[in-house]
């Protein structure tokens, strides 16, 4: 039973931490591409130096605006002939006089969440020569409410598999409190407080509880080191946004490991006594 016990706690620690290290690489990768996420603020070709400059500093003037870069229509030709690479050909009939692209202001912002509201307030700058503004709505809005589900999952997660947990932690204890029902009376007879006879089996439980963590978090340690290292090489991540490393979050898992299996071992430990106290 206390194989099982510890198990138990292996079982729910490894499924809780490999949601808690999945809700940490959302939280990064959303932070790493809202740092790079910006707005393509479109504005005629014929704007002159003051007019642009007039037009900056309506834009900076957003609160929720960091910074501004502005790219010539001769600059966003290249940039975009340099991303063909082979195909860069196609647009040799191009040049100055007959250039498609047009000139711009790239716009970084605060916060994804505050996108929309800088968008709208860009694209009422139509008359200092805005003519449009783009991003990626739908891939920010997949972004964030993906991030908020990925939380809330979690969480949920977590108080099941600690209610199981604590259930199996329980039941051990109770077997083993079965198995001295007999010291415990005479314990009780002879005037042991309740916290005497409590103190072992709480120990106990915390044992199990701290030997299931460190097991979980061995072979989390060893399992995501690998898979991290794969994902890296064999997936593109957007805006080239990496994943966590273990190290990284090593001192806080070892924490969250411990103290929960600490918690359900001992938790389930004082259930488990109240019945042969109390007789």
């Known amino acids: 039973m206390s194989a099982a016990s510890i198990l ?3 079982a729910a620690l490894i499924i809780l931490g490999i949601f ?3 809700s940490a690489n959302v939280q990064s990768v959303t932070q790493q591409v809202e740092s790079k996420m910006e707005l393509k603020v479109y504005v005629q070709n014929n704007l002159s130096q003051d007019q642009l400059k007039i037009l900056n500093s309506k834009l900076k003037a957003n609160e929720h605006v960091v910074s501004t870069k502005y790219v010539s229509a001769d600059k966003a030709l290249s940039d975009f002939s340099k991303s063909l690479k082979s195909y860069s050909g196609l647009l040799n009939g191009y040049n100055s ?3 498609p692209m047009p000139a711009s202001y790239n716009v970084k912002i605060d916060n ?3 996108i929309s509201a800088v968008r709208n307030y860009a694209l009422g700058l139509n008359g200092y020569g805005v003519t449009d503004v783009k991003y990626g709505e739908e891939y920010v809005n997949a972004l964030i409410s993906f991030s908020h589900f990925s939380n809330i999952f979690s969480a949920v997660l977590i108080v099941i598999l600690s209610v199981v947990s604590l259930f199996i932690v329980y039941n051990t204890i109770k077997l083993t409190c079965f ?3 007999k010291e415990i009376r005479v314990m009780r007879y002879v005037g042991a407080t309740d916290w005497y006879i409590r103190a072992p089996f709480i120990l106990e439980g915390a044992f199990l509880g701290a030997l299931g963590a460190v097991i979980a978090l061995a072979i989390i340690g060893f399992g995501y080191t ?3 290292n794969y994902i890296m090489k064999a997936v593109s991540m ?3 946004a990496g994943v966590v490393s273990f190290s990284s979050m090593f001192a806080p898992l070892l924490a969250f ?3 929960y299996g600490i918690a359900i071992g001992s938790l389930g430990s004082v259930f488990s006594m109240r019945k042969y106290l109390e007789a």
């Open 8 to 10: 138990s706690i292996v």
């Open 20 to 22: 808690v290290i999945f």
């Open 97 to 99: 006089s007959n250039n």
């Open 112 to 114: 994804a969440k505050n």
């Open 179 to 181: 198995a001295r029902r």
């Open 226 to 228: 690998g898979i991290s």
């Open 238 to 240: 957007p805006m080239d």
């Open 257 to 259: 490991c411990l103290v």
